[in-house]
């Protein structure tokens, strides 16, 4: 459950009455246990309508997952409701929410406008296949019942009191009933209708189901005033410089010294346009060849807005964007080490009590820790680490509270991955060879192979190249593939051999290059038996499933896509290739957000633009129409929508304004989308488009920068030292929360007992703060 701030109120402050109890004070609600602690030797004693200490396992169980996970602690902490939050957050649970999000998601595919057809292109396009009404609808009210469930649980697992403080789940409650109200509208106009809101609403319940989604949007948000100061100078820059052209290029009485005007600067937002997007360096040099043509010095200007604009200001906006979002992370990172912390320390208060020992200081047992270790659901590695330190303690019998924070510290540590012992043969002859088999140099000579095996089909590719593939020889390329896939498949054997079957598959990069190797060697098998053995007249004219030369091709691209096992062995490359798939893996709350952005954009566009676009009658035929058949907005002029053949790239479907964004994202020819649908619709179809710029390539891709910039830093850093054994036997589980881990501040024992004092449904009571005995009180609702 997510709280806006984690560190709020005062040590003295009230925690206020929570949950089904009512009465003054700390009232408890009948039937609830009340368990009374010492800090300096007082016993503890449980009160209730119980006959066991379980409740205290259970609750150490919880708050330990939800320091693994970084999830706050304030939820209900009776028997039920810890039954119900751990099946909420189960493996199962969670992908069946995660399938619903991705299904109500991709209803957007189906809906009318469908994107079901071969092609996007609408002079081409067949007429899609659209769903009757009632089938989509019927799947989304399924998944609409799902996110009610989900609502309800959460609610009830945090309480009133922490509802009411959540904007989050509050604005899940307004997004899910304006979703239901709007459902109920199509059902009743046959869904007829011509705007579905409901699709807009559909990427919060992305956003809200994802702790670090939520954390990175509201890092954005603070970002976003420094951003705008930036843009703010930009268009500043951009609006000086077009006033400037338009005085240097206005209209001449000479018409052939007319075309920078007539092209680039006729009007002002024709103008602002030009220099928009030469700031992107996509119309370079086009926008300044009509005025560089009849006069050199004008390059002056383009090269000046260029080099200020695009070198200087959008640089800087990058730098700006990775130091201020870099510390707002950083903060938002701190919030959940805190988190960690404070699930551990409070799994320590609620041990303290279990088996009400008579103790001189706050101290738990190491046989309930081991318990609660044995429930706690978490990775293998990280229990048995855990259970390993904790054993230590075994012959003393207690732990105190540094002991138990510290044997929580593995949680931050890397894995370290140890590889099966060698097998062992009795033999010297297969002693030798084993020692030969498992030398590093067999991995050189195997990536000098599979080099000579790439080299020999670029020559093959480069011989053939201007031959059709039923001229082609592919009885040389099946010789070839075949002598090198034999030393694959003895390479494979060999390390088997060397490693055995448990030490061969320890190694990532041997997984790989067999699982590759095998298939090379199931494909060659099935060219054989359907071909027979190539011989030097051999001319297969028959065909299987697939022709031989599809068959020849696929074994190419798989022995090309083999000489990827390099990889590991250079270490600066293994290092980028981590990155990247810690990007992947660890980042996917940013890829989230730009899903859900790019979402919002397709959704808009189709209402904005769905059918603006259509293509002149005839147009596979242009040079034999006649005028009448094109419409007024129609341009062939070189550069533009029309003369590139980008009908493809249109809004008519949520899959074509997907493609269409990206496009426009990568700005490489983005003006001819603005100009056309500028063109086809109203000039203040140009804000969309800017709008999406800015969204996408110049925040988004920079965010994109700053975060593969601080992941590959931390990773190099980390393994500067390293040999390229130890990067293959080192996994980092890498983080976000380990990226910052040297800066991040750890939380001081004031911090958490005060956050223990403010939880909801945990009550601390502190009777008599004078005395050197000081009890507490804790109610568990």
């Known amino acids: ?53 379980d409740i205290y396992i259970q609750q150490a169980v919880v708050f330990i997952e939800d320091a693994i996970q970084y999830r706050s602690i304030n939820h209900r902490v009776d028997a039920s409701s810890l039954r119900l939050y751990r099946w909420y957050y189960s493996r199962v649970c969670q992908w069946g929410l995660g399938l619903t999000i991705a299904v109500v998601l991709l209803l957007a595919f189906v809906e009318r406008p469908s994107s079901l057809s071969v092609s996007s292109d609408p002079r081409y396009r067949s007429p899609p296949w659209e769903p009757p009404c009632g089938l989509t609808e019927s799947i989304e009210m399924v998944c609409l019942i799902v996110f009610s469930l989900d609502l309800a649980v959460k609610s009830f697992l945090i309480g009133w009191e922490e509802f009411r403080k959540s904007k989050w789940l509050i604005g899940y409650t307004v997004v899910l009933s304006v979703s239901i109200i709007d459902w109920v509208l199509s059902v009743s106009m046959v869904c007829d209708e011509k705007l579905r809101v409901r699709r807009l609403l559909r990427p919060f319940f992305l956003l809200q189901n994802s702790s670090l989604m939520k954390k990175t949007l509201k890092c954005i948000k603070r970002t976003l005033p420094e951003i705008a100061s930036v843009i703010l100078l930009l268009a500043l820059h951009l609006c000086l410089f077009t006033m400037i052209g338009m005085l240097l290029f206005a209209k001449t009485e000479d018409p052939k010294k007319n075309e920078e005007w007539r092209v680039y600067f006729k009007n002002l937002p024709n103008s602002l346009t030009s220099l928009l997007v030469l700031l992107t360096t996509a119309n370079n040099p086009d926008v300044m060849i009509p005025a560089y043509s009849l006069n050199r010095g004008y390059s002056i200007f383009f090269v000046t807005f260029s080099v200020i604009g695009t070198y200087c200001l959008m640089n800087l906006l990058t730098a700006i964007i990775y130091n201020q979002f870099r510390g707002y992370l950083l903060m938002s990172v701190q919030t959940s080490i805190i988190r960690r912390r404070l699930g551990i320390r409070a799994a320590f208060q609620v041990l303290t009590c279990q088996g009400a020992q008579q103790t001189a200081e706050e101290r738990v047992r190491v046989v309930a820790v081991l318990e609660v ?147 090379l060697l199931v494909i060659q098998i099935s060219i054989y038996a359907t071909y027979r053995f190539p011989y030097s007249h051999w001319d297969p004219s028959s065909h299987g499933v697939m022709s031989l030369w599809e068959m020849v091709r696929l074994v190419n691209m798989l022995i090309v896509f ?114 056309a649908y500028s063109r086809y619709t109203t000039e203040w179809a140009k804000i969309y488009f800017v709008c999406w710029w800015l969204t996408s390539s110049v925040m988004w891709v920079n965010l994109f920068v700053a975060l593969i910039l601080e992941n590959f830093i931390y990773k190099w850093d980390r393994s500067h030292s390293c040999s390229v054994t130890d990067v293959e036997r080192i996994r980092y589980e890498t983080s976000v929360q380990l990226m910052f881990k040297a800066q991040i501040q750890e939380p001081t024992e004031e911090e958490l007992l005060c956050q223990l004092h403010q939880h909801p449904h945990l009550h601390l009571q502190w009777p008599d703060t004078h005395t050197h005995a000081q009890s507490t009180s804790t109610y568990l609702q």
């Open 562 to 675: 083999r000489f990827l096992r390099i990889i590991p062995d250079i270490k600066l490359m293994a290092l980028v290739a981590s990155t990247l798939l810690d990007l992947v893996k660890n980042l996917r709350a940013f890829a989230g957000i730009l899903v859900v952005v790019y979402y919002v954009f397709a959704v808009f566009g189709i209402w904005l633009f769905e059918g603006s676009i259509k293509p002149p009658p005839e147009m596979s035929v242009l040079s034999n129409t006649t005028m009448e058949n094109i419409t007024s907005n129609f341009s062939m002029e070189c550069g533009t929508y029309e003369q590139l053949g980008y009908w493809p790239n249109n809004f008519d479907d949520f899959a074509a304004s997907i493609i269409l964004l990206y496009d426009v994202m990568i700005v490489n020819n983005w003006q001819a989308f603005m100009d």
């Open 1 to 53: 459950m997510e709280t806006d701030s984690l560190l709020r109120g005062n040590v003295n402050g009230a925690s206020g009455d929570y949950g089904s109890g009512s009465g003054t004070g700390h009232g408890r609600a009948p039937g609830s246990r009340r368990m009374s602690y010492s800090v300096a030797g007082e016993s503890c004693s449980v009160e209730g309508h119980t006959d066991d200490e």
């Open 373 to 519: 270790m044995s429930r706690v659901q978490m990775k293998s590695y990280y229990r048995a680490a855990i259970t390993t330190e904790a054993q230590q303690y075994a012959d003393v019998g207690f732990m105190d509270r540094e002991q138990f924070r510290k044997i929580f510290d593995e949680l931050d540590k890397d894995r370290i991955k140890e590889h099966p012992p060698l097998p062992q043969y009795s033999s010297p002859v297969l002693q030798r060879l084993q020692v030969i088999f498992s030398h590093y140099y067999l991995t050189i000579l195997g990536n000098a192979v599979a080099l000579a095996n790439v080299m020999c089909i670029f020559t093959v590719l480069v011989l053939n190249s201007e031959k059709s593939t039923a001229e082609r020889n592919n009885y040389i390329m099946e010789i070839i593939n075949l002598c090198f896939i034999l030393y694959y498949l003895f390479e494979m054997c060999v390390k088997i051999f060397a490693f055995g079957w448990r030490g061969y598959l320890s190694y990532r990069n041997n997984i790989f290059d067999g699982f590759l190797t095998i298939m």
